[in-house]
């Protein structure tokens, strides 16, 4: 299958500071990469919509100014998350899908970033 | 809106015992349906998937069968390991929702020897 590769796999950072988290797919083309977040034994919560070349589509109740997403190549997207602070830890997954593929076929998910904020 | 329901953990079973993990949706229209797997500390891998009614999606002993009728795709293995144990994941793919991936709420499975 498709390869999406995350990095960092983890990270510790001081509260107040950025982080920047990095999804590539490594052998396709995305036009939408599409960002999760996971607290411990919880489902992904769909944070938002990556979308090639213009802004990113939010869900309800996530902070755009936090997260900030831009998604500036057919293969990368990236996640800042903003003056992090410790309710801001948590597991970030990212998830793209082939350019060609329908829009209801399967994604691949990168291996997820750990994030720690002390 | 479209939803998930999976059958809630954890699941204990031992070496070599049949699984069966319950998923229902929710959906207008017709979805495609998966099973995700996530071992610890990783993101999920797609173990198996089925695209319209009664299509059967199978890989590595799991399977599991689109049920229109019932609105289900449960998961089944004969026969479990212990490298099986796992959280998975039911989700749904809906043309109606531009694409993105509805997830049920996940399913632990504890494999002892």
């Known amino acids: 299958g498709a390869v999406v590769s995350q990095h960092p796999s983890w990270v510790i950072c001081k509260s107040g500071t950025s982080v920047k988290i990095e999804c590539r797919s490594l052998d396709f083309q995305a036009t939408t990469m599409f960002w999760y977040r996971q607290f411990p034994k919880q489902s992904l919560m769909l944070m938002a919509t990556s979308n090639e070349g213009s802004k990113a589509t939010y869900e309800q109740g996530v902070e755009k100014d936090k997260f900030l997403i831009n998604h500036a190549s057919l293969t990368l997207s990236t996640l800042t998350v903003t003056s992090a602070h410790p309710e801001d830890s948590s597991f970030y997954i990212c998830s793209a899908r082939d350019i060609g593929a329908p829009l209801n076929t399967e994604a691949f998910f990168g291996q997820g970033t750990r994030l720690t904020v002390v | 809106g479209d939803s998930v329901t999976q059958m809630e953990g954890p699941v204990t079973l031992s070496e070599e015992a049949f699984l069966t993990i319950n998923c229902t949706y929710t959906?207008?229209?017709?979805?495609?349906l998966f099973w995700y797997v996530q071992y610890p500390g990783e993101g999920l891998q797609l173990l198996l998937k089925a695209t319209k009614a009664d299509d059967k999606g199978s890989n590595k002993g799991f399977e599991a069968t689109y049920r229109k009728e019932t609105t289900s795709f449960h998961l089944e293995k004969g026969s479990v390991q212990v490298s099986d144990s796992a959280v998975y994941f039911c989700a749904l793919s809906s043309l109606d929702w531009g694409g993105k991936l509805i997830f049920g709420q996940g399913t632990e499975l504890s494999v002892k020897p």
């Open positions: 959906a207008t229209g017709y979805p495609s």
